[in-house]
Each structure stands twice: as structure tokens, then as C-alpha cells.
């Protein structure tokens, strides 16, 4: 039968957690069909349905967590559906790698594998003894005592398995998943409070008087008023990943000011004669077009640093930075010296908002060549950014403010937007970087180069 795994659907994603089953067993999938949604560390995203058939077992529930290539399901042709309780054993078994032979062999089918675990024939009385086990956790894994008689508690497989692990009585924890089940991150919750909770509220037995040294003082604990906040799967991988783009990554900085007052003009003549249902042209989307043009002439900032050789694209793919609620994301726009500024406007304002509802897909995120990061909108004056691996720059916008500058040698107002451009330094060198600089400084000075 068809196992259907947890997918790579990032190029950063190491594990997924099923979201949402949006099929049940026994209903019939085609080739195609969205069987769940998936949580990322990025987005999230549709499980896809690769065979057709019946889905006969769900093996992972909403809100587990698994790593890529686990098993989440299976497809098969109807026969293999199974009783509640026994679909349930089954969960279990394919969680920590036991094959639960005795379920499968009552329902009259070859039993089901363990991911990476050969398929065994089990004899009848190893299936006998099977489905005897199958429906509690086996004594050997360590479970309290009181759990076999608190069997109603509601918890995932792996949180039974975690559970036991640690010698943990599931009664004594909260479960926050749907209908009160107990999660992966319940247990995990549970194990950093009791980390955290101080030496006297779990004494040790004295083996004997003898005399010690004085411990070494532990990190001091979070004060009374501080919350300890756990951070999202996104926030995670966002840290993992700024840590080795910084680590790996040798910056170069390099910042210049320039002059947006004749782009302003020509922005608002673009939205003026916009119709209705057309989308706004942002200054943002001018920079990226304006950027794009710029790698076309500076090709070497259109590249990567990969197993010590310089990889220059042929593709010109500007990612844009979106802030959304519990991270940031970057969406790459696709060839874009090669499209109108409104075309790239609207391809913009479509992957925001699917940033924003989470409905990013893995081709939306990967590929890209360079990124543009704006923070014009925040009222601030410079910033630098770090750098997306494994491009080999990034540019960081700040906000336009109106200034003095002079001009026949008389001071004048224009508005100025100053920008920063952070490279790597394995690829790029000082002059390198000011040069390109330059060249987007002279398309966005003069705007009407960006409409050609």
C-alpha cells in the first residue's frame, strides 16, 4: 500500500506538523487531491496526494510534529481500513518503529512497516500477541504506573512515547491540542517548567553526609515577572538560519544616498493613470525593477559562493522581505529584468498577501538570486541587513525623508532615500559593491530608464 510521507516542501524544512486533516479515513482520494495542510517553518503548505485510492489510516494527528520523510498515511485500496482502536495502534507503532503485526493481520492484510524498517511475515501467534499489546504502551517503555487504567486520556503517539521516556504521568499534564489532547509541545512545555522550577520544589534523597563542594551556581532563572515564551517553528529557523548566514558569511557593508525625488513623480504619474482594478506601483517595486536592470550589467552580484566555486545565475530573481506576524519571509519575484514594473506590482501585492496567510508554496520561496529588504514604511534612517544564503547580497532600503541638498550651488529640497547594500565578501569586494551600487542609483535617479 501507498505510504504517504511528510515532504520536503522548503529547502530550509527538516520536519512538518500536520495543521489539518482535510481528508478522514475511508473517504476516496484521486491523484492531486489536498489531503492535509501542513505547518512549516516558513509557511503552510498543502499535502499533496501522489496515488488514488482509499485513505485507510491517518498516522500522524493535527498538531504532531514529524520529520521529513515519516509517514503520515496510507493509500491502499479499502480493504486495510481499520477499527478506530486499531487504527490508533497502528499510529502508535509506526511512531516509535514497532510494527504493529497484530492489528494487520486481523484485518487480513500483509502488516505495515516502520519508516526505513524491512516488512517482516509475522506468524499468527506473533500477531496474537501483537494486537494484545497493540492498544497500551508496553511496561518496558517506562510508563507510570497508572497509565494502563488512564487509557481515555487523550494524547498523540509520540506524546505517550515522550511521556514514558521521561517517566511523566500524563494525568498531570494539560492538554491544549483539539478536544484536549495531549501534543508533542505539551510535553515538551511540561519538561522545560519543571527545568526551570527551583531546586526545592524536587528534592533529591541525601546518599550519605558526607561533605561536598558547593555546586557551581546553575544560569540564573527568568525573574517572577519576565514570561519565558517558547518561539514558534518559524521564529526557530529564522534564528538557526541568521546564526549561520552570519557565521558563514563574511559582510561587506556598503551604503550610499539617493535622490527620489524625480521617481516619486513618476511613481505618482504611474497610479494616476491606473484604472480601477489595477494595483499600485510601490517604490519598492521600482527599486527591485531598478535592481534587477542593475545585476543584468553586474552579473557577479547575481551569484553564489558553493563548495569553494563562484556560481553565477542566468536567472534574475529579486526575493522581497515580508514581515508577517511571527517572523519574516522572502518571496522571490521571477525573472525580473525581464518584466514591467506593474507586472512586477502585481506579482508583489499577490505574494504578500499569501505571506500573510500563511499559503506560501516551496516555488514561491526558493531561487532566489538577490533580496531587497524595505523598511521605509517604519520612519527609519539606515539599517543593515543580512544576508539570504545563498545569494550573494542583500539591499536594505530605509525611508525617503525630505533634505537640503545643493543645487547651481543654491540648497534645495529634495527627497532623499538612503540605502545600504550588505554582500559577501568571498564574492564581492569594496569597489565592486559601489559600483553596482551606483548603477542602481543612476536607474532610480533617472526613473524613465525603468520603464524601457
Not at 526551570?196 to 555546586?215: G, I, L, N, T
Not at 514570561?227 to 548566514?245: D, G, H, L, N, T
Not at 497610479?271 to 535592481?291: F, M, P, Q, T, Y
Amino acid at each position: 500500500m501507498p505510504e504517504v510521507t511528510m515532504p520536503r516542501l522548503s529547502d530550509t524544512m527538516q520536519e512538518g506538523t500536520i495543521g489539518r486533516w482535510l481528508k478522514k479515513p475511508g473517504d476516496e482520494v484521486k491523484r492531486g487531491d489536498i489531503l492535509a495542510e501542513i505547518e512549516t517553518d516558513k509557511a503552510t503548505m498543502d499535502l499533496q496526494a501522489y496515488d488514488a485510492g482509499i485513505l485507510e489510516q491517518i498516522l500522524v494527528g493535527e498538531g504532531e510534529t514529524v520529520p521529513i520523510g515519516q509517514p503520515v498515511a496510507i493509500i491502499g485500496s479499502g480493504e486495510g481500513a481499520r477499527k478506530p482502536e486499531q487504527r490508533e495502534a497502528a499510529k502508535a507503532g509506526a511512531k516509535d518503529g514497532r510494527a504493529v503485526a497484530g492489528a494487520a493481520v486481523a484485518a487480513g492484510e500483509r502488516p505495515g512497516t516502520a519508516a526505513g524498517a524491512p516488512t517482516a511475515q509475522v506468524s499468527a501467534a506473533e500477531a496474537r500477541r501483537g494486537a494484545e499489546a497493540a492498544p497500551a504502551a508496553p511496561p518496558a517503555m517506562g510508563v507510570p504506573a497508572g497509565i494502563e487504567e488512564g487509557a481515555r486520556i487523550k494524547a498523540s503517539p509520540l506524546a505517550r512515547r515522550m511521556a514514558a521516556e521521561h517517566g511523566l504521568d500524563l494525568r498531570q499534564i494539560q492538554g491544549r491540542g483539539p478536544g484536549g489532547r495531549i501534543e508533542r509541545a505539551d510535553i515538551e512545555d511540561y519538561l522545560e517548567q519543571q527545568r526551570m522550577a527551583p531546586a526545592v520544589a524536587a528534592p533529591q534523597p541525601v546518599a550519605a553526609p558526607v561533605e561536598a563542594p558547593a555546586p557551581t551556581p546553575a544560569a540564573p532563572a527568568a525573574p517572577p515577572e519576565a514570561e519565558v515564551i517558547k518561539p514558534s517553528r518559524m521564529q526557530a529557523a529564522i534564528a538557526r538560519r541568521m546564526v549561520e548566514a552570519k557565521q558563514a558569511i563574511p559582510h561587506i557593508y556598503v551604503s550610499t544616498e539617493i535622490d527620489v525625488t524625480d521617481l516619486l513623480a513618476l511613481r505618482q504619474t504611474l497610479n494616476a493613470s491606473a484604472g480601477e482594478d489595477e494595483v499600485k506601483v510601490s517604490i519598492n517595486d521600482l527599486v527591485v525593477k531598478a535592481c534587477a536592470l542593475a545585476l543584468e550589467k553586474f552579473p557577479e552580484v547575481n551569484s553564489s559562493f558553493q563548495d569553494g566555486q563562484f556560481i553565477r545565475h542566468k536567472q534574475i530573481n529579486i526575493g522581497i522581505a515580508v514581515d508577517i506576524p511571527d517572523g519574516l519571509v522572502v518571496p522571490v519575484i521571477r525573472d525580473a529584468n525581464l518584466k514591467g514594473v506593474r507586472t512586477i506590482a502585481r506579482e508583489a501585492k499577490a505574494l504578500v498577501e499569501k505571506a500573510r496567510a500563511r499559503k506560501l508554496s516551496q516555488a514561491d520561496l526558493e531561487g532566489g538570486t538577490f533580496s531587497v529588504s524595505n523598511l521605509g514604511m517604519m520612519d527609519v534612517t539606515s539599517f543593515v541587513a543580512i544576508i539570504n544564503p545563498p545569494e550573494a547580497a542583500i539591499l536594505a532600503v530605509a525611508s525617503v525623508r525630505k533634505q537640503f541638498v545643493p543645487v547651481d550651488g543654491q540648497p534645495v529640497i529634495r527627497d532623499i532615500m538612503p540605502v545600504t547594500m550588505s554582500a559577501d565578501h568571498r564574492i564581492l569586494y569594496g569597489a565592486g559593491v559601489a559600483r553596482f551600487l551606483q548603477e542602481v542609483k543612476r536607474l532610480l535617479q533617472n526613473p524613465y530608464s525603468l520603464l524601457g
